[in-house]
């Protein structure tokens, strides 16, 4: 994933709360094998009603999406992340997001804020206002050009990659020895866990 | 010294933590993984990309099924019927290819096995009590029925489990439900998970590991235990489990994938110790009263909408809160419903019975004794059952029970996912109503435009004898 440190721009003034993965993106959309190209899909019922906020003109290119309490809750869909990328938005802000969403988001590059819904409701008015909003990973503040700031706390691990655009996956294969260690104490103390024979009939057509 | 009590959740997390970094972060081992065709393509592209082997590739189950038709997937000469959708042909093509080239076990479309991977696992006995399991599909939760640790992952982690067979976690905080007393006749563990919701509401268990308490499910099945935890995900939880016990061991004693001999009973033997011990504590702890348990449906278009079979369309302004009156009156618009309706009007066009919540044997049991002897309502244009598994499907079919269903005119179908998302052709048709005994009513789910009423199976057999939302309890 890229690094990222700083998102400033518009935001999307969205706001809805219980925003679940099939609102982001539906079903349909699910059946590519590829990470591209799922912003088309994006928001798809939401942005089939007229004045919506994702087809708004005055927002179109915006880095930051504001949203309410629970975003990205349901199903464990990464592509929800996927297409949130691929409309251009590099932070969410938002009271709450549900566990995997965050964890999907922070996977690619998208900063998941969260910030009290007092701060919410006023940077919907900012945004509304067309005005830009900065948010800064390293300070972990977010301002706007009123003077208001808000800080927010985040995992440190994920503000680790984040900053540094980590691939987590190339992180723990360095950690080859503790895993192999924790492997074989489990082979010695719970030899149970390895399944021994393929019982179960397989018979491909 | 004595060490400190712990929460059943505590000791897998425990058992599992290969190290615990200084920011808090653990590396937890993964035992168990279960893959299906939707969220891994990406998944083993990028290690192909990669160069990177899968490391424990006899620790990971792939199946297909969000996208597999239900109709029949062979012609009479045992050749494969083509699937219709190219991108959901694709998707499964890419499964089949991805599996054994990693070295893992594939169930394939035609096999007996073959079904939704929450069924097949716990089937399978490849879900085990104290292991962690994964899968990339939010659903996994139901594992926890078996006093597993299970929660739903994103592709990027489910190539990181491929990779590593490890994840990097912060352990989440736990939640006991309590439920004292016992449930009324003809109430289900559908709607007591249901109720539950409802009492902790959607983003509820967000951040926390609930484990379910309480003589209620200790009564149950593991086939109930399953659609309990299965849903813990709709309250936002990671995770929901219940304690292991010899209900639990006796349903996985010889199934295929489990332990067997001297090694089933050193499993058995770890297996008795995983319970919260007396004096554990929990972050957050709630009581329920089974007593207060109705049979329960769903209104809007969140889990957390729900009422007692008895009640009524919610009015918006019922609610002290102003951004849930504005989410509850959009609720309504897209459900179609007025305020006040009682909820045994409501009219069904279409019922499903299935989903990795509600489609093992006991639900297909449950749902033909309604219908047993009845039919379906001529304004339920239809109705459908998809077994969870092939398996399923047999065991029903040995006892009579695909007849039930036919003879009351539902569908009898292959077993997959199907309408619970449609990914595949089966859909509900916009501004049509379902039963369903899946577990999401979320705006177009079931298709754009699909309204849905969750419930149980044997709710969704009342409403399709009626023809409307109907209490169970005055069909039996």
Redesign the interface.
């Known amino acids: 994933m890229d690094p990222v440190a700083r998102v400033a721009g518009r935001a999307i003034p969205f706001g809805a709360k219980n925003v679940d993965t099939d609102i982001i993106i539906p079903a349909k959309w699910l059946k590519t094998i590829s990470r591209e190209g799922l912003g088309e899909g994006a928001f798809e019922t939401i942005r089939a009603q007229e004045g919506n906020v994702f087809d708004d003109p005055a927002y179109a290119g915006a880095p930051i999406l504001i949203a309410g309490d629970n975003f990205g809750c349901g199903s464990s869909r990464e592509h929800a992340a996927w297409a949130i990328l691929d409309l251009g938005i590099r932070a969410v802000i938002a009271p709450s997001y549900s566990d995997i969403f965050s964890g999907n988001a922070v996977k690619n590059g998208i900063l998941p804020i969260v910030l009290p819904q007092e701060a919410i409701d006023r940077l919907m008015e900012v945004a509304q206002q067309g005005e830009q909003i900065d948010v800064d990973l390293e300070t972990q503040s977010v301002t706007t050009p009123f003077q208001d700031r808000f800080t927010f706390d985040i995992d440190p691990f994920r503000k680790h990659c984040l900053l540094n655009g980590l691939d987590e996956v190339a992180l723990t294969l360095a950690r080859q020895t503790e895993i192999q260690a924790y492997e074989s104490q489990r082979a010695k103390t719970r030899g149970w866990l390895t399944p021994k024979t393929g019982n179960i009939t397989e018979t491909h057509a | 010294m004595a060490s400190k009590p712990r929460t059943l959740y505590e000791k897998i997390w425990d058992?599992h933590v290969?190290?615990t970094?200084d920011?808090?972060?653990s590396?937890i081992?993964i035992?168990r993984h279960l893959v299906h065709e939707?969220?891994s393509?990406?998944a083993f592209?990028?290690l192909r990309l990669?160069g990177?082997p899968v490391?424990r590739p006899?620790?990971t189950l792939a199946v297909p099924d969000?996208?597999l038709p239900t109709t029949a997937r062979?012609d009479a000469s045992?050749?494969?019927i083509p699937i219709a959708?190219p991108?959901?042909a694709?998707?499964l093509a890419?499964l089949e290819k991805n599996a054994p080239e990693f070295g893992i076990?594939?169930?394939?479309d035609?096999?007996?096995?073959q079904g939704i991977v929450h069924v097949v696992g716990p089937e399978?006995g490849?879900s085990?009590p104290g292991?962690t399991i994964v899968c990339?599909?939010?659903h996994t939760a139901s594992h926890g029925g078996l006093g597993a640790l299970a929660f739903?992952?994103?592709?990027?982690?489910v190539?990181?489990v491929l990779?590593?067979?490890?994840l990097?976690l912060?352990k989440?905080k736990s939640m006991e439900i309590k439920v004292e007393g016992q449930l009324g006749p003809g109430v289900t563990a559908k709607d007591l998970i249901l109720h539950i919701i409802g009492v902790i509401g959607?983003?509820g268990g967000?951040?926390y590991v609930i484990e379910y308490r309480g003589p209620v499910f200790e009564q149950m099945s593991v086939e109930q235990r399953l659609t309990v935890c299965n849903m813990s995900?709709?309250a936002?939880a990671?995770a929901g489990l219940i304690a292991p016990d010899d209900v639990v061991f006796n349903y996985l004693k010889g199934r295929?994938?489990a332990?067997?001999g001297a090694?089933?009973d050193?499993?058995l033997a770890?297996w008795r110790t995983l319970h919260s011990d007396p004096g554990a504590e929990f972050d957050k702890s709630v009581v329920i009263a089974a007593g207060d348990v109705e049979p329960t449906v769903t209104w809007g278009t969140?889990p957390e909408d729900v009422v007692a079979i008895g009640g009524a369309v919610p009015s918006p302004d019922s609610f002290a809160d102003e951004?849930k009156r504005v989410?509850a009156q959009k609720s309504l618009d897209y459900m179609g419903l007025a305020a006040g309706t009682p909820m045994t009007q409501v009219p069904i066009e279409n019922v499903f019975i299935g989903s990795c919540t509600n489609s093992r044997i006991e639900d297909l049991r449950s749902a033909a004794e309604v219908l047993k002897g009845r039919k379906k309502a001529s304004n339920v244009r239809w109705a459908i059952v998809v077994p969870g598994s092939g398996l399923v499907k047999m065991q029903a079919e040995e006892e009579g029970l695909d007849r039930i269903f036919t003879d009351a005119g539902f569908e009898w179908r292959e077993p997959g996912c199907s309408a619970c998302?449609?990914?595949n052709p089966d859909k509900v048709p916009a501004g049509e109503r379902c039963a369903s005994t899946s577990n999401?009513n979320?705006?177009?789910?079931q298709g754009?435009g699909a309204r849905t009423h969750l419930l149980s199976p044997a709710m969704a057999a009342a409403a399709a004898v009626k023809g409307h939302l109907a209490d169970v309890r005055e069909l039996t």
Request: charged share 25%; glycine share 12%.
């Open positions: 058992d290969v190290e970094r920011d808090g972060t590396l081992y035992d939707v969220t393509p990406q592209d990028a990669a990177r490391r006899e620790l969000h996208n062979r045992g050749g494969k959708d991108q959901s694709a998707q890419a076990r594939y169930i394939g035609a096999d007996a096995e399978q490849f085990l292991t990339g599909d939010s739903g992952i994103g592709t990027s982690e190539e990181h990779a590593t067979q490890t990097l912060q989440s959607a983003a967000t951040g995900i709709e936002g990671r295929p994938m332990p067997q090694d089933w050193e499993a770890y969140s951004s989410a998302l449609g990914m999401r979320f705006v177009g789910r754009p």
